[in-house]
């Protein structure tokens, strides 16, 4: 679904990503995981094209995504959903309009529809009791909540998730990692920067481990937890999980 | 000597100026939201050509005294005018001094809504991005009722300024407030009292909008 060829970007002479490749298959649940600093934001940022490619070139379907291609990189660009860490909800805006901007807008949708797709997805996510409040009413886990309700009533054929629990008070991060468990199940296709490392190995059935902007090692999460290859990420796996002995 | 300022007529006639201040000040800054608007959205496009005026329009109209610009129009244009079309152009004293004063304005408003807009968190621009939401919608929308939601404190003050600055209209002849006192004071040759009322006039006005803009606020910080 998306293949990403040979992807790096640098920022003054900063080398973030550095010729990353990788594919996502049509159902996948896919962990980018490593250090801070790694490049797997930016990895991400550069999948929905929020970052432009300095070198290499993302495919989706076995499409170029070409900024240039205005029309069609839109269209491409409208297939993938994506949540921030810090929300990014419409402060000024109720949890119903947030959710309904965009398709009436974008999509052309009439509000009734909008709103009876919002309320479908606010339903999901277990917040359809806060339909009209504002951003600013809602709890951090609430927020993301809303802000993945918000991705999915565009209908996105794949969903990138940017540190997603990151921001959030340690007893919320669970409600958000439920609902992304739960829109894994359904089938969709989703790349999951985390630190939730029992997000990436319970849910996820790849995981990519990157580290200082290179690709260090890739393969299903089960087996990368539980005798990863390389020294760095043995490394890094004895560091994130803390053994009191 | 009180009594003869605060008689009906010539009271009448200050307070009528005082509207024509608070007239005056009200066009100039609803035009200059319009300027600013425009200005702002120049200066924070792409193009070069579209940044260089704007910055040359806010550099020359804040860089240089208001008194100047108002006589730059009132006796230069017509100056300029007369030597392109050959004719003699007739201005009208209020005209003059609504455009000098909403220009004016309008490069003040014009650096107040440009940092509005940047000060609007990045991550609302992304959000709208990653919607595919379009500029226009995402400005109409998202950026510009944040924006100017911070915009309001310092647009309230601009206001108040416009105010007082109405009064260098009074050198072209446009009856103000302040040209009311000057005329009165000119008449009953007492100059004091007539500052005085003025004075308190534009006190009243100041004050005023200052109270409304805390409530304003007040209201406004409750419903976030």
Known sequence: MIKVEHVSKHFGGVHAVNGVSLEVNKGDIVCLIGPSGSGKSTLLRCIHGLETVDDGAVYMDGELMDPADKAKYREQRNRMGFVFQHFNLFPNKTVLDNCTLAQMTVLKRSREEAEKTALEYLDKVGLLDKKDSYPNQLSGGQKQRVAIARALCMNPDMMLFDEPTSALDPEMIKEVLEVMKDLGRQGMTMIVVTHEMGFARHVANRVLF??????????????????????????????????AQ | MWETFLSPDNLTYMLKGA????????GALIFGVMIGVVMAAMKLSKSKVLNVIGSVYVEILRGTPMLLQVLFFYLGVPVLYQMIAGTRLRVDPYVVGLIAMSLNSGAYQTE???SGIQGVDKGQWEACETLGISYVTMMKEVILPQAFKRIIPPMVSEFITLIKDSSLISCIGAAELLYTAQVLGAKYYNYLDPLIIAGCMYLVMTVTISFIARKIEKRMAVSD
């Open chain 2, 112 to 114: 107040l809504i440009r």
């Open chain 1, 210 to 243: 990157l580290d200082q902007g290179h690709l260090v090692e890739e393969g299903d999460s089960e087996a990368f937890f539980t005798n990863p290859k390389s020294e760095r990420a043995k490394d890094f796996l004895s560091k994130v999980f803390y053994d």
């Open chain 2, 19 to 26: 509207g024509a201040s608070l007239a005056l000040a009200l």
